[in-house]
């Protein structure tokens, strides 16, 4: 059961700040140009790019902060107050990524599918961040023992999950955005920008309770 409350939360978490229903606007309005196939096309290397960053950070980003001396509570104290800030935008409607949708217009198909499809908008500091923690302290869900070996395996597999399902979004974001419609989308944007605000408090909460011992 550990290892399922594990599995879930990293798959919640993840979903939750990397926030595909978000970007759907950004994507439809940096794609338009193009055909479908190739809008689907780039959508496929946009989440491979950004699942391939996310595991590379997340996986070795432990040994470069040991290497710098960051502590983790003091990464996570900054990540929380990172997403406090995103959950705000999002929650009052003030969303700086959409800046992209103007800078990225005369740039081409693949730049646009690198920067800022991949990264930032579906790998992030945000994201990075929540990943590095979940994945360095199971203790927190009492995975001990055997269930130790496995929850690096959960970890790698749930995060492919989050982003197949971000693609699998992405490919039918013109079907969502019409059944939506503009104000479906901006309810849903405050309630993940609510959750994300709850969130980034219980990282800033973890990381006070670390650092005093």
Do not use: C, W
């Not at 699942?51 to 997340?58: E, K």
């Not at 499809?117 to 961040?129: C, F, K, W």
């Amino acid at each position: 059961m550990n290892l399922l409350n594990y599995f879930l939360t990293v798959f919640i978490s993840l979903f939750l700040v990397v926030d595909v229903i978000s970007n759907i606007p950004i994507f439809l309005s940096l794609t338009q140009r193009y055909e479908q196939k190739e809008r689907r096309d780039m959508a496929k290397k946009a989440i491979f790019i950004a699942l391939l960053v996310q595991l590379l950070f997340v996986i070795f980003g432990n040994y470069i902060f040991g290497y710098l001396g960051i502590k983790m509570y003091s990464f996570s104290i900054a990540g929380g107050i990172l997403l406090a800030i995103v959950g705000v935008e999002m929650l009052f409607g003030h969303k700086t990524r959409t800046e992209y949708q103007e800078e990225d217009k005369a740039e081409e198909k693949e730049n646009i599918t690198i920067v800022p499809l991949a990264i930032p908008l579906h790998t992030g500091p945000a994201s990075i961040l929540t990943g590095m923690i979940l994945f360095n302290h199971p203790e927190r869900f009492a995975i001990t023992g055997k269930e130790f070996y496995f929850y690096k395996a959960l970890f790698i597999l749930s995060t492919i999950l989050v982003y197949l399902v971000s693609l699998f979004i992405l490919l039918r974001s013109d079907l969502i955005l019409k059944f939506l419609k503009p104000i479906g989308m901006k309810v849903i944007t405050r309630i993940i920008g609510l959750l994300i605000l709850a969130l980034s408090v219980q990282f800033v909460i973890n990381g006070i309770k670390e650092a005093l011992g």
